[in-house]
């Protein structure tokens, strides 16, 4: 069955700490591949994307992320995270190749707790 | 800031109820779907609908039904509620296939 694995569910980091939060994937094909990232208190809201082209992608907030196709891996990263970027952070995918739809398959999510 | 918005933010109900929990997104998107969501944990499609009089189930199987009779509103509604629906639901649109999915702000339902 296809599936997205996140590899942890909590993450306690200080401020000016890296973070690099893993994504895996088990499907065959072409692929589309997002992180999306929920504040406290407000909407799921696209962090960044990959379609295709340059495997790796920069998003909003200094995040980027990298797309190995041989791996199945798109991992997030920050160099130096704050405060403001506690959160809970999802993998997601779809495969424009299987389904017509767009239908997203999630990750569990893993929360990220940046401590002053 | 995606335009979808959601009704009503926070649900608490008695069991055996109707309830209908409402969508809307002013972007003109065709596709559009319907997540559950429980607390730490992934969160599941159970519908989706590409279109006017569209509707389909997704992978999580749901008691809940849908209706899309015009394109910008998505309800979906539970004749009768029960303990187990309590959860989080989330609606989001997109404009095609492997467009980005806007989510709106989700419904957080209880029922006792």
């Known amino acids: 069955a296809q599936s997205v694995s996140q590899h942890n569910h909590h993450v306690i980091l200080s401020e000016a700490a890296s973070l690099e939060l893993g994504c895996n994937y088990s499907y065959g094909g072409t692929v589309n591949l997002f992180w999306y990232v929920q504040y406290p208190g407000q909407h799921l809201q696209l962090l960044l994307k990959?379609?295709?082209?340059?495997?790796l992608v920069k998003g909003i907030k200094g995040f980027e992320a990298e797309f190995i196709k041989s791996k199945f891996s798109f991992n997030l990263r920050k160099p130096s995270v704050q405060w403001s970027d506690t959160a809970e952070y999802f993998c997601a995918v779809n495969a424009p190749s299987t389904d017509s739809w767009g239908k997203l398959q999630f990750g569990a999510g893993t929360q990220v707790v940046v401590t002053p | 800031e995606a335009d979808i918005y959601q009704t009503p933010r926070y649900l608490v109900i008695g069991t055996g109820k109707k309830i209908t929990l409402e969508c809307s997104q002013t972007?003109?998107?065709?596709?559009m779907y319907w997540y559950q969501q429980d607390p730490g944990m992934e969160l599941h499609l159970i519908h989706y609908s590409y279109g006017v009089n569209s509707t389909e189930k997704g992978d999580l199987s749901s008691e809940s039904t849908v209706s899309r009779i015009r394109t910008e509103h998505f309800p979906l509604t539970l004749e009768s509620a029960r303990p187990s629906h309590t959860s989080q639901y989330l609606c989001?649109?997109?404009?095609?296939?492997?467009?980005?999915?806007?989510f709106g702000p989700g419904t957080r339902l209880t029922v006792l």
């Open positions: 972007m003109g998107h065709d596709k």
């Open positions: 990959y379609f295709s082209g340059d495997p």
């Open positions: 989001a649109s997109g404009r095609d296939s492997t467009d980005t999915q806007y």
